[in-house]
């Protein structure tokens, strides 16, 4: 596949708020204690379905079951003793819960995690068995960030953003990293690696990873239809927001607008930014369990959706895609396997 992005300069990368690629090394040092080199899978039955070579980098597998403990680990790795003390506050639609909580008991601090009411309840379950406080809100009528900082501040607590953060991004970007060092190993490059996008960490980090070491493969974050505020910022070259009545079966994906920090490194490094919809997301969680043998979430499942749907031509050309998370409920998903 030929493409008209040209290599960056090393420097480039601090001037947008990126990671550099020093920067990513080191927190793939940093994180290597207690993060997963999660595998990248093929199916030649999905090959043959969408005529290209598609990779699938496996974040499903990843500790705390998705991409997200990565910049979480990063983060809370860095605390100072005195901010260990004092423990951390996050907010999050369920898997940044899940992570940070997950971070917080390996290094033995304390974690209150802001959550929507009607978050699944895996990820609520879940972070409350990791030993964290779990507070609930309305998502329609709340705000979130309010919710934390006042947390914070009679506290002490360190916030621990779900994206717009540098050590959240620069852990993120370790996914970009492992995918262009496991190609190189058997002398491949891709053309193509579709990540999800809600905030823009992960598809900003691994951006930032693959841009930096591979300058030939093209980047596109993937979105859920309602929920395509980035495409529709990339277009109007300025942070859009969604529908407050905007729904979509990918809790993990939904945010009223870029994050201040990843949309200009999103704005500059990627080639686009694809929508699916829920029912092309079904269809490919049901694919990637048929085929891969994975549980993927809805959010996570957005990438191969887009393949799948033919929203990217793939045909003849190295396409990894990341299935960035798998903590899906039970009951819904066998009603999706169900079809």
Request: a negative charge; one cysteine or more.
């Amino acid at each position: 596949m030929s493409n008209t992005h040209t290599p960056l300069a090393p420097a480039f990368f601090s001037e947008v708020g990126a990671p550099s690629i020093t920067q990513i090394e080191a927190a793939a040092a940093r994180i290597r204690e207690h993060a997963v080199v999660t595998p990248l899978l093929e199916s030649a039955v999905i090959n043959e379905l969408t005529g290209g070579r598609i990779l699938f980098k496996a974040e499903v597998l990843q500790v705390a079951g998705s991409f997200k403990f990565r910049g979480a680990c990063n983060r809370l790795m860095q605390l100072s003793p005195e901010q260990k003390q004092a423990g951390v506050v996050a907010f999050s639609s369920g898997n940044h819960a899940l992570a940070t909580s997950a971070v917080a008991k390996l290094l033995g601090v304390k974690a209150t995690i802001i959550m929507p009411a009607d978050a699944p309840k895996t990820k609520v379950e879940g972070a409350r068995d990791n030993g964290a406080t779990v507070i609930l809100y309305d998502r329609h009528k709340d705000d979130r960030e309010a919710i934390g900082a006042e947390i914070s501040r009679q506290s002490g607590a360190v916030t621990v953003p779900p994206y717009d953060d540098l050590y959240i991004m620069t852990g993120q970007a370790t996914v970009g990293l492992e995918i262009v060092e496991a190609l190189a190993d058997v002398d491949v490059v891709a053309d193509v690696v579709l990540a999800a996008c809600s905030g823009g960490g992960l598809v900003g980090g691994v951006a930032s990873a693959v841009r930096a070491k591979s300058p030939a493969t093209a980047v596109y974050a993937v979105e859920p239809a309602e929920f395509d505020e980035l495409a529709r910022s990339l277009a109007s070259g300025k942070p859009e927001r969604n529908s407050p009545d905007a729904k979509s079966i990918c809790d993990a994906l939904q945010v009223v607008t870029p994050g201040k920090l990843t949309f200009p490194v999103n704005q500059r490094l990627l080639a686009g930014s694809l929508s699916v919809t829920d029912d092309e997301v079904r269809d490919a969680m049901r694919v990637a369990f048929k085929h891969l043998k994975l549980a993927v979430e809805p959010g996570g499942a957005v990438g191969l959706a887009a393949v799948l749907a033919g929203k990217l031509d793939v045909k003849d050309k190295t396409v990894v895609v990341i299935l960035s998370g798998g903590n899906v409920d039970g009951d819904f998903f066998a009603k999706v396997l169900g079809g």
